[in-house]
């Protein structure tokens, strides 16, 4: 009774927040309207704010205008058609768009996801084709790290399909700094991309697998890593976890065909870097390369002092920066040092995306996507590729102080510790800062020290996950500092899990196997597959709530987890967990738990950790 009491609270006071941002209906108002002459106007409701502003990657900070009623708003561009992040900046505070589902999955901060369409037909990365592939989420046990590591996993369309035996060459694909192993999926839209180059005969089929670059974020407590620079990889923790964890894990699951000729490396920025590092590191494993936005050492004289040798390994070497990126002089010297020791390359340089922006990403993503494991296209390209573009003297250089002006140091919200839960929120203008959660029956004041950041401890170990947001003067803001955001519809409240429950990923250690969680973009449905289980296993079908997505009983749930645990402890026999409402063929028992049945996410994992030990 006092946890239905409690989510009632907590209900009632998100339910009030959002109504001081939005009016009552969702759809009363559209956050963003996109022109015909390709101009954006820029809507958000908010009764208390004192100022509102827009900050979209086409076009920087802009003033919002109040009427009356209390909706700011604003118009901007005309801007090519793309998917651009933005977000509002309300009193000095960034918050996501509460009315839009699209979101920029980052370790920090939070942006919502604007798709200007195009007027002349569908952009590349638009959902398009006629068949889709399937995404995958993995957990695995990682040697190198010493916990439990993630990657997403996309699969060509018919991969599934029974009787279908062939095999699959591979395509690592590495994002930037702060990224997750999401973002190439939901900001890249690799898998869109690829769906629409393989409906086109363009692509080859392959299996593109998005490591995480910073699996050290995803341990308890993140050590310090003296004298080992971000921009230096060889014998850091990912690029062993890469070689000897992640790709014999890719290879003992997926039909792939593991051999030099059949494996690509890529990735954007810091991706890019850890890519290249690793590939010319291991010519035995990889033989195409991509660097978007990107360089690496020059220190690396085996590969580089022997041309010869080094060009015969690479049938593809694909390099591409914006001239008007804040990396382009330090990439561009690269390149020419390429040059000049005679390893080959294709260049690709662009003027107008911005900068170092996603919309580069996904740009360089689909010129090389055409030419992966094809050898013809690609050696007829390598053979047309240009020098590196004549210096200027006036390239910006990628230096320690860039460095850290882009990426400062970061408050750690929520911190796990052995009384409890700290969280933190930096907003030194704010009047006041409120903690609210699936906790309290009602918002907690925080506390402002002289550096302007705002905490509040919470005692005791949760061993359930909940939600949680920060309200900033009456404004409802997720924790910019928790990469995990709930994958709700409009506002996305942040997630906090105790690293040290027994049901969270990083608490297991390599005494259980994990399961695989895919997303069906075909069908619109989840599924869970235990790692020890076929077709016959049963079937509990997740309802999600109102207000959830597809990946909500996953993400903030725990469902998987909790699976994995049960099954390896032996408490639990194997077990499909999915959303289809479709009969599923060969399962002896369907059961359903739905998520509206329960007040909150803890008693929902509780209840469904019930069914689950008492499943026949």
């Known amino acids: 009774m006092k946890a239905t009491c409690m989510k009632k609270a907590y209900t009632a006071l998100c339910i009030a927040l959002l109504l001081a941002v939005q009016p009552i209906g969702a759809q009363s108002y559209q956050s963003t309207v996109c022109h015909d002459d390709g101009t954006v106007t820029f809507r958000y409701k908010n009764d208390q704010a004192r100022e509102v502003l827009v900050d979209v990657q086409f076009a920087g900070r802009h003033a919002m205008q109040r009427d009356a009623a209390g909706l700011w708003s604003v118009t901007l561009g005309p801007a090519a058609p793309d998917l651009y992040p933005y977000c509002f900046i309300v009193d000095g505070v960034s918050i996501m768009d509460p009315q839009c589902d699209g979101y920029f999955p980052n370790e920090g901060f939070k942006n919502s996801l604007l798709s200007i369409p195009s007027p002349t037909g569908p952009l590349l990365h638009d959902d398009q084709a006629p ?281 750690i919200s929520p911190e796990y510790t052995a009384s409890g839960i700290i969280f933190r929120f930096k907003a030194p203008d704010a009047r006041e800062v409120l903690l609210s959660s699936e906790l309290t029956a009602r918002p907690l004041a925080m506390q402002k020290d002289t550096d302007g950041v705002w905490t509040l401890s919470l005692d005791g170990h949760k061993d359930r996950p909940f939600t949680y947001c920060f309200v900033v003067d009456g404004t409802p803001v997720a924790d910019p500092n928790n990469m995990y955001l709930s994958p709700a519809k409009g506002f996305k409240p942040s997630i906090a899990f105790h690293t040290a429950s027994r049901y969270h990923f990083a608490s297991m250690g390599d005494e259980v196997r994990h399961g695989t969680v895919s997303y069906d973009l075909q069908n619109g449905e989840a599924w869970y597959r235990p790692a020890a289980g076929n077709d016959h296993t049963p079937v509990i079908l997740l309802v999600p709530g109102r207000d959830d997505t597809l990946e909500s009983w996953f993400k903030v749930g725990g469902a998987d987890a909790l699976a994995d645990r049960l099954i390896a402890e032996g408490k639990v026999r194997p077990c499909r967990l999915t959303s289809s409402t479709r009969s599923p063929m060969g399962s002896t028992a369907v059961h359903t738990l739905k998520a509206d049945d329960y007040p909150t996410w803890a008693e929902r994992q509780a209840a469904l950790e019930k069914l689950l030990l008492n499943l026949k």
Not at 341 to 369: C, P, Q
């Open 131 to 411: 068949r889709h592939g399937t995404v995958e989420y993995l957990h695995y046990y990682s040697k190198s790290l010493g916990a439990t590591n993630n990657a997403v996993v996309y699969l060509p369309p018919g991969y599934g399909l029974p009787g279908n035996e062939k095999r699959y060459p591979v395509f690592y694909l590495i994002s930037g700094t702060t990224d997750t192993d999401e973002v190439y999926y939901k900001v890249g839209r690799v898998n869109y991309i690829l769906d629409n180059l393989l409906a086109e005969r363009a692509a080859q089929e392959m299996i593109v697998v998005l490591p995480y670059g910073n699996p050290y974020k995803l341990l308890p407590v993140q050590p310090e890593i003296a004298g080992v620079p971000q921009t230096q990889f060889g014998n850091d923790v990912f690029s062993l976890d890469l070689l000897n964890d992640l790709m014999p894990l890719i290879e003992r699951q997926y039909r792939t065909i593991a051999d030099r000729d059949h494996r690509a490396i890529g990735g954007f920025s810091r991706g890019g870097n850890q890519a290249l590092m690793n590939g010319l590191s291991h010519l035995d494993r990889f033989s195409y390369l991509c660097s978007y936005s990107s360089f690496t050492t020059t220190d690396l004289p085996a590969v580089y002092d022997h041309a010869d040798e080094t060009n015969s390994k690479i049938h593809l070497f694909w390099l591409g920066v914006g001239t008007d990126d804040f990396l382009y002089g330090t990439a561009r010297d690269y390149m020419e040092f390429l040059d000049k020791k005679g390893i080959r390359s294709v260049k690709e340089f662009t003027h107008d995306k911005f900068g170092h922006t996603w919309m580069n990403a996904r740009y360089f993503l689909d010129k090389t996507l055409r030419l992966l494991f094809n050898e013809k296209a690609s050696a007829e390209a390598m053979r047309h590729g240009q020098p590196a573009l004549a210096a200027t003297g006036k390239e910006q250089q990628f230096t320690p102080g860039v460095m850290a002006r882009l990426f400062p140091k970061p408050i």
